[in-house]
C-alpha cells in the first residue's frame, strides 16, 4: 500500500516509466509483426503455398530448388517465356504467367503523375485466383498486336483519380503518350509484390516511340495438386537448352529453376534484417537506460527518507520491501 501510494503521488515519474516500458514494449512487437508477416505466414492468395517463382540462372548455379540462385529473383529473358515457357503444357505447374512493372505519367483533367504500373499476361488474374470488381480481366484478344490497348485500374486509382465512378468502364485514360480503354477495376486491397496501381496487357513488341519493348519479365507458377517443386524443377530442367539459346546474349549459359515465391519476398527482406533488428534492439535498449536512469535518480531521492525511517527502527526488509514493489510495478 505506501509503494502504491508512493507511485500515486509521483505521477510524472510513473507516466515517465510507463511511456518507456511501452515504448520498449510496442518495438518488440512491432519487430515481430513484421518478421512474422514475410517469414512465416503465408502470402494473401488462395493456395499460396503452391505459387512458384521461375527463373533463369547460370547453369553452374548448385541444388534443386535453387532457393538462394537469384537472392531476390532473377529474370526470364522475353524470348524464353515467349519461346518456350508459355507454349509448353506442364504437366507439374497448372498456370504459368508472366509479368513486369514500370511507371508511366497519368493524365486526369490536365493533371499528370507518375504511377506504377505493371504489365501482365492474361493468366496472371487466374493463376492468383483473383477478378475485377468491376469490368473484366484480360483476355488473350487484348494481347495480339493492333489490338485496342486496354488497361484495368486498381481500387485505389479507380477512388482517388476518378471518383469511384462505374461509368469510368468503356472511356480511354491518358497513360504517357498512349490512350488505354478501362475494361476493369481490381477490388479493393488487392496487390501483388510492386504496389501496380494499374495493370496492361504484356505485349512482345510495342511502338518504341510510345510504349518500350519487354526485355524481361518475371514469371511465376501454381503448381499442380500433388505436384512438389522438386518435380517442377526436374520438368523445366527439360526445357532449359531451348531457354537458353533464346536468351542470345548470356555470358554465360542458363537453366530454368524454380523456388517458392515466398523466397522472393525473404530473400528481398533478408540484407534489410541486420539493420532492422539493430534499429530495434537500440530503441528497446535507449529505454531500458532510461527506466535505469529513472530508477537510480529515484533511489538517491529517497535517501532521507529511508535514513529516518531506519533510524527509527525499521529493518533492512521493511526497507527493501517498498522498493521492490514500487520497481516491479
Known sequence: ????????????????????????VGAASSAF??????????????DADRLVLVSEAPVSTPGVGAANACRAACSVAWTSWDNTIARIPFRTMDLVAAHVSGAKALTVNGESETVIGTLATDSMFALLQVAPALGRGFIAEDHRLGATPVTILSHELWTTRFAAD????????????????????????????????????????????????????????????????????????????????????????????AAPLRVRYVEAARNNDLIFFAIVAAVVLIACVNLTNLLLTRGLDQRREFAVRSALGANSVRLARPMIVQNSL
Open 166 to 257: 462505374p461509368a469510368v468502364l468503356g472511356t480511354a485514360v491518358q497513360l504517357s503518350d498512349t490512350k488505354y480503354v478501362v475494361v476493369g477495376t481490381m477490388p479493393p486491397g488487392f496487390d501483388f509484390e510492386s504496389g501496380s496501381r494499374f495493370w496492361l496487357p504484356a505485349l512482345p513488341s510495342l511502338d518504341p516511340s510510345t510504349r518500350p519493348s519487354i526485355r524481361a519479365v518475371t514469371v511465376v507458377a501454381r503448381l499442380a495438386r500433388g505436384a512438389t517443386i522438386e518435380q517442377a524443377q526436374a520438368e523445366l530442367a527439360a526445357l532449359a537448352p531451348e531457354a537458353t539459346a533464346s536468351a542470345g546474349n548470356a555470358r554465360e549459359p542458363l537453366k530454368l529453376i
Open 33 to 46: 509483426s513484421v518478421v512474422d508477416a514475410v517469414r512465416f505466414r503465408a502470402l494473401p492468395f488462395p
Open 1 to 24: 500500500e505506501y509503494a502504491l501510494g508512493t507511485l500515486r503521488a509521483n505521477a510524472g515519474f510513473t507516466a515517465t516509466v510507463t511511456l518507456s516500458l511501452a515504448l520498449a
